[in-house]
């Protein structure tokens, strides 16, 4: 239970690493740019509870940034994969599942009368912009500055070795902000293959913000106007918003829509699904990989998606997420601290007010963490289908303890 | 056993596939292009054997595409992901195991003095030529024409949805020659940040190609000349002709490689490996990916690269290639077939002589199929760990029957 002992596995796995994977660790489960107390390597994970190398349990609000929806090792997953993974997994064509997976996607799903599988939220959104341009002819995607649209080279946050040709017809607008997006697409008139725009606006380090309906009505008219495609990238939000996709509440339907992370629990898996105009393109483009029919994870997505809709979970992260938000807000306003909660309550963002680099931030989740809840103090975080009252009431203890704690330090 | 029954599962599930999936399928995996009698759908594997989705077993020759390498539901791999998933597989961060393989991976790579891991062979192709370019702050990558290097917009077969842009600094040379690599390297002259090859010649349709000596060298000079990072595509050769390198045989080694598909013995995992000239280049691209550090394919990973090593498999897939390849060999020259057999025994390719439409590899392919042999008639096929002579004499007879129906087809 002692962190800061110089001989943790922690601290001696992190020495290896630095010897033979660049950096010691890379992209966004490096944990160097979190707070003290933060550990880079774990051991196990159950429920909504998750261990360290060196046997401290967390609760867990990252859920694996993502995948973890229904908690982790959620027995109906567990079982339908040790059943899939004595049959076959990687064979030299699909399994049964696929289909299945496909059907199952399409009657949830209203926009989609297809869908394709493959691994990365990247594969998904890549895969979705290439079969824009397939069925339109054109080039240009108008993308929301600032969104995070996977890591390859087109979409990657950091240009460093990466082209200018990568990014060549990309144009950029702001979110919710129909002015720049009309701006964006006069730009582009005339080459317009997609309009790309995320379930929400989810940027890292600041406050997130649902889509204005009539921005989301303003993106989907331009695309029929000038027979472009909306697609919407569901690969973080999808199944803990909604089944059928985030936009439907506003009666919003894309055309494509690219998915991954809480599809199949923790198994790896992406899908891209789209509507009956962008089949023919779909079927041309050329796209595949060597682990994309694997039917373990495809089994996984099955079992998630029915136990997801069975359990009824979004209502209950819903629920939960309401609790930890107003639990929060009522001792924030209690200590006397500003801070901001932002975006839907099952995707919590806790920002603080006047707190330009962060260090309140860094110090509330540095003060968690300590004392066994896992936060982020400046990505979204995400609840699960595991997390319960008691484990959100739990978590409040000790968020009380850290915003008493950042109280006398600020007004110290 | 009768394949050609109009309600054979397989057909029910491509008719059901047609209607949710753009084409009924899609990738490498899309049966349609394959001869006769192939079926699309299957349902388990075990060692070299392969079962379709309506209970027929064939010995398989294509292991998947390649990530087979010890056999279908090897038992020492399936211990160690099944004590894997126990623990956890995709946490807040990686395990014990990552640092563990990318030990592994450099103390039996001489070139690699450090290792990233990804999902796709595509990812680990992608980020070689990003860490390339960081690298060197040069932008043109060489690669031979008509090589299969990933399927995202920069290299893809087909341009279908694909930019001019994404493709602007590829600069083209012919595998194994000197003249055409030179003139590339004068033609990006002052901006070449890599020349990427793949470990041998594997191009579909057409005879494999190992790298002559003289060629390698010359690769390997130009990039010392220029300070270009010479990078070997490792995806389909990786662990089944090497585990340390395939141009290690020719005193050559590449700055990065890119490695996936046998890796993990179907478990889905790529890697890149480098030198310490990239070290720094590397630790400062952002590529990441929901499912990368999974622990269970890292874990299948440590274990199929210690059984490789432990049972000597690489001679054991060299012996059982040469003995598929010399009683084929002989079985042509008794029926007056002229064929083509090329590449490493181990990724057995054949082609026949006068047959630009691929018309007598389609014949032998379903003659062979039909009697339960999974053979491919235009790519390279695979050999595994758990292929036994008699495995390929019971495959010999099977070859002998469908060279005698081709020479009797084509004599009369």
Redesign the interface.
């Given at each position: 239970m002692n962190q800061n002992i110089v001989t943790s596995?922690d601290q001696q796995?992190r020495s290896?690493?630095e010897?033979?994977?660049?950096?010691g660790?890379?992209?966004?489960?490096n944990?160097r740019p979190l707070p003290p107390g933060y550990?880079?390597?774990?051991?196990?994970?159950e429920g909504c509870h998750?261990w360290d190398?060196d046997g401290r349990r967390y609760i867990?609000f990252?859920c694996?940034?993502?995948?973890?929806l229904l908690g982790?090792?959620y027995p109906a997953v567990?079982e339908a994969?040790e059943r899939q993974?004595q049959?076959?997994?990687?064979?030299?064509?699909?399994?049964?599942r696929?289909?299945e997976l496909?059907?199952k996607?399409?009657a949830n799903i209203p926009h989609a009368?297809?869908?394709?599988f493959q691994?990365?939220?990247?594969?998904a959104t890549?895969s979705a912009?290439?079969?824009?341009?397939?069925?339109t002819g054109r080039?240009k995607i108008l993308v929301a500055r600032g969104a995070y649209h996977g890591?390859?080279?087109?979409c990657?946050?950091?240009v460093?070795?990466?082209?200018a040709?990568?990014r060549?017809?990309l144009v950029h607008f702001e979110f919710n902000n129909i002015e720049s997006l009309e701006a964006a697409a006069e730009a582009a008139k005339g080459d317009i293959a997609a309009i790309l725009v995320a379930a929400f606006k989810h940027d890292l380090s600041v406050d997130q913000m649902l889509p204005d309906p009539p921005f989301a009505q303003r993106a989907r008219e331009i695309c029929n106007e000038v027979g472009a495609a909306l697609i919407i990238d569901e690969?973080r939000a999808g199944f803990r918003l909604s089944v059928g996709g985030s936009w439907e509440k506003l009666g919003i339907r894309p055309d494509l829509a690219a998915w991954?992370?809480a599809i199949a629990n923790?198994?790896?898996l992406a899908a891209l699904t789209?509507n009956d105009r962008f089949?023919?393109?779909?079927?041309?483009?050329?796209?595949?990989?060597?682990?994309?029919?694997?039917a373990v994870?495809m089994a996984a997505a099955i079992a998630t998606i029915d136990e997801l809709l069975a359990t009824n979970g979004i209502a209950h992260m819903e629920r939960i997420g309401t609790r930890l938000r107003d639990g929060i807000a009522e001792q924030a306003m209690r200590h006397g601290i500003r801070l901001r909660q932002t975006g839907p309550v099952q995707m919590p963002l806790i920002l603080f007010d006047d707190d330009p680099s962060f260090a309140k931030g860094a110090r509330f989740a540095s003060e968690a963490i300590k004392r066994g809840v896992?936060m982020h103090p400046r990505h979204n975080m995400f609840l699960s289908l595991a997390h319960t009252e008691s484990d959100i009431d739990e978590t409040l203890e000790v968020t009380d303890v850290a915003l008493a704690r950042l109280a006398s330090e600020y007004r110290a």
């Amino acid at each position: 239970m002692n962190q800061n002992i110089v001989t943790s596995l922690d601290q001696q796995l992190r020495s290896r690493a630095e010897k033979v994977v660049p950096g010691g660790m890379y992209g966004h489960l490096n944990a160097r740019p979190l707070p003290p107390g933060y550990p880079q390597f774990f051991a196990k994970g159950e429920g909504c509870h998750l261990w360290d190398v060196d046997g401290r349990r967390y609760i867990d609000f990252m859920c694996s940034w993502g995948p973890i929806l229904l908690g982790h090792k959620y027995p109906a997953v567990e079982e339908a994969v040790e059943r899939q993974r004595q049959q076959g997994d990687c064979l030299n064509g699909p399994t049964e599942r696929m289909v299945e997976l496909a059907e199952k996607l399409v009657a949830n799903i209203p926009h989609a009368d297809w869908a394709m599988f493959q691994k990365n939220g990247t594969d998904a959104t890549t895969s979705a912009i290439t079969v824009a341009r397939a069925g339109t002819g054109r080039r240009k995607i108008l993308v929301a500055r600032g969104a995070y649209h996977g890591a390859a080279p087109w979409c990657t946050p950091s240009v460093v070795g990466v082209t200018a040709e990568d990014r060549a017809h990309l144009v950029h607008f702001e979110f919710n902000n129909i002015e720049s997006l009309e701006a964006a697409a006069e730009a582009a008139k005339g080459d317009i293959a997609a309009i790309l725009v995320a379930a929400f606006k989810h940027d890292l380090s600041v406050d997130q913000m649902l889509p204005d309906p009539p921005f989301a009505q303003r993106a989907r008219e331009i695309c029929n106007e000038v027979g472009a495609a909306l697609i919407i990238d569901e690969v973080r939000a999808g199944f803990r918003l909604s089944v059928g996709g985030s936009w439907e509440k506003l009666g919003i339907r894309p055309d494509l829509a690219a998915w991954s992370k809480a599809i199949a629990n923790g198994y790896p898996l992406a899908a891209l699904t789209g509507n009956d105009r962008f089949r023919d393109a779909a079927s041309r483009i050329y796209v595949t990989g060597s682990f994309w029919m694997g039917a373990v994870s495809m089994a996984a997505a099955i079992a998630t998606i029915d136990e997801l809709l069975a359990t009824n979970g979004i209502a209950h992260m819903e629920r939960i997420g309401t609790r930890l938000r107003d639990g929060i807000a009522e001792q924030a306003m209690r200590h006397g601290i500003r801070l901001r909660q932002t975006g839907p309550v099952q995707m919590p963002l806790i920002l603080f007010d006047d707190d330009p680099s962060f260090a309140k931030g860094a110090r509330f989740a540095s003060e968690a963490i300590k004392r066994g809840v896992y936060m982020h103090p400046r990505h979204n975080m995400f609840l699960s289908l595991a997390h319960t009252e008691s484990d959100i009431d739990e978590t409040l203890e000790v968020t009380d303890v850290a915003l008493a704690r950042l109280a006398s330090e600020y007004r110290a």
